[in-house]
């Protein structure tokens, strides 16, 4: 029986493709900024009995956690480019001390240096779709070198 290329029929599910989320990272020069930040958080807990747990607070609650759930990442825009992702974990939505709904974006402390995308500021976060995400960094490569010639060689189109 030959088989037919096309659309699936309805009764055939298509493997889900994680939705990821992309945010500023405010005050970072490098992701070794964002990974001390992180260390020093996950220290502090454990110092203070609390669960030593990465996660970011945010003012808009995502509607599409479900998709985002399915293995997707926060992209880190750090200076003007895309830099790094991070496995989300979970979405906790909450309500504040001033009775104001938010959400915790909790992160797997792994950072997954991203070939450097340059990126717009905006505010707050935004979806990002798969086929814009970019691709991880090629541990041969460079991810190794340290922050600042990865840059400049993204700057000259060379990584």
Not at 82 to 110: S, Y
Not at 127 to 134: D, G, R
């Amino acid at each position: 029986m030959p088989m037919v290329d096309g659309p699936p029929r309805s009764s055939e599910k298509l493997p889900a493709m994680p939705l990821h989320m992309i945010k500023l990272c405010v005050g970072a020069e490098s992701i070794e900024d964002l990974q001390f930040w992180v260390r020093e958080r996950l220290e502090q807990a454990a110092r203070e009995g609390r669960p030593q747990e990465q996660h970011h607070p945010t003012r808009m609650i995502p509607k599409r956690i479900d998709e985002i759930l399915e293995g997707g990442s926060l992209y880190w825009v750090i200076k003007g480019r895309v830099q790094v992702r991070q496995p989300i974990l979970d979405l906790r939505p909450f309500v504040d001390g001033q009775g104001i709904k938010r959400c915790h974006i909790v992160l797997e402390p792994r950072f997954v240096p991203t070939d450097p995308q340059p990126r717009r500021a905006f505010q707050g976060w935004r979806y990002l779709v798969p086929e814009e995400a970019p691709t991880d960094l090629d541990a041969e490569v460079g991810s190794q070198l340290p922050a600042a010639i990865r840059n400049e060689l993204a700057e000259l189109g060379l990584l």
